[in-house]
């Protein structure tokens, strides 16, 4: 979903400017928190419907992330990572 600002974290990370992998592990975390919101890989799927990157299709007994709080939540933590305009 954010692979250059997770990219960005790992990298920080491992150059140990941990102060900067903090501040985009923060930024990060609500959206991580998100896609276990349900079952994996439902909102993982989902976000990438959200982000207009695929059509989210699943076989049973997964089913859809149907609209509503856990979908909003999602798109809001996606808003906020900076995936969504």
Same mark, same amino acid.
């Given at each position: 979903?954010?692979? =250059?600002? %997770?990219?960005?974290?790992? #990298?920080? &990370?491992?150059?140990?400017?941990?102060?900067?992998?903090? +501040?985009? #592990?923060?930024?990060?975390?609500?959206? %991580?928190?998100?896609?276990?919101?349900?079952?994996?890989?439902?909102?993982? +799927?989902?976000?990438?419907?959200? %982000? &207009?990157? %695929?059509? =989210?299709?699943?076989?049973?007994?997964?089913?859809?992330? &149907?609209?509503?709080? #856990?979908?909003?939540?999602?798109?809001?933590?996606?808003?906020? =990572?900076?995936?969504? =305009?």
């Amino acid at each position: 979903e954010v692979p =250059a600002a %997770m990219s960005q974290l790992v #990298h920080a &990370g491992l150059a140990g400017n941990f102060a900067e992998a903090r +501040k985009l #592990h923060e930024l990060l975390l609500p959206l %991580m928190r998100a896609n276990f919101v349900v079952s994996n890989p439902i909102p993982v +799927k989902s976000a990438l419907e959200i %982000m &207009g990157r %695929m059509e =989210a299709h699943f076989r049973l007994p997964l089913t859809p992330l &149907g609209e509503g709080e #856990h979908r909003e939540a999602l798109a809001r933590a996606l808003r906020d =990572a900076g995936a969504l =305009a």
